[in-house]
C-alpha cells in the first residue's frame, strides 16, 4: 500500500513540474521558425524584380501551413513585422510577396501592421 501512496504522489509531484514549467503562450510558431522559413526571400526582398525565387515560395507556403491557429498566425505576423523593421526590405516587394507564392496570408509582411487585430 505505502509504495502505491508514494507512486501516486510521484506523478502528482511529476504533473506539476510539467504544468508549472509549460510555455505561458499558445502559439507553437516561433521566430526562428518564421526567419528559417523566410530565409531564402531576404535577398529578393531587398533587391529582387519578378518572380520570388522557388525556395523562398516555399517557405513562405510552409510558414502558411504552420500557423494555423490564431496566436500562431498573430506570432508569425509580429516577426514578420520586426524582421521587416531590420532588414531594410523592399515594402513593395514584401506585400506582393505570398501572392506572388500564390498563397494567401491573414496579414501583410510590413513594419506598420497590428498584428493583434488578426483573427
Known sequence: MRSSSQAIIFLMAAFL???LI?????????CGDVAK??????????SGSGAPPPP??????????????T????AAC???????????IKPELAKALPGNCGVSLPYPISPNFDCTTIR
Not at 509549460?22 to 510558431?29: F, I, L, T
Not at 522559413?37 to 531587398?46: A, E, H, M, N, Q
Open 78 to 88: 509580429a516577426c514578420l513585422k520586426t524582421e521587416s523593421k531590420n532588414l531594410n
Open 37 to 46: 522559413k523566410i530565409g531564402p526571400c531576404v535577398d529578393y526582398l531587398r
Open 56 to 69: 523562398c515560395c516555399g517557405g513562405v507556403k510552409a510558414l502558411a501551413a504552420s500557423a494555423t491557429t
Open 22 to 30: 509549460a510555455p505561458a503562450s499558445d502559439a507553437a510558431v516561433t
Open 17 to 19: 513540474v510539467l504544468f
Open 71 to 74: 496566436p500562431d498566425k498573430q
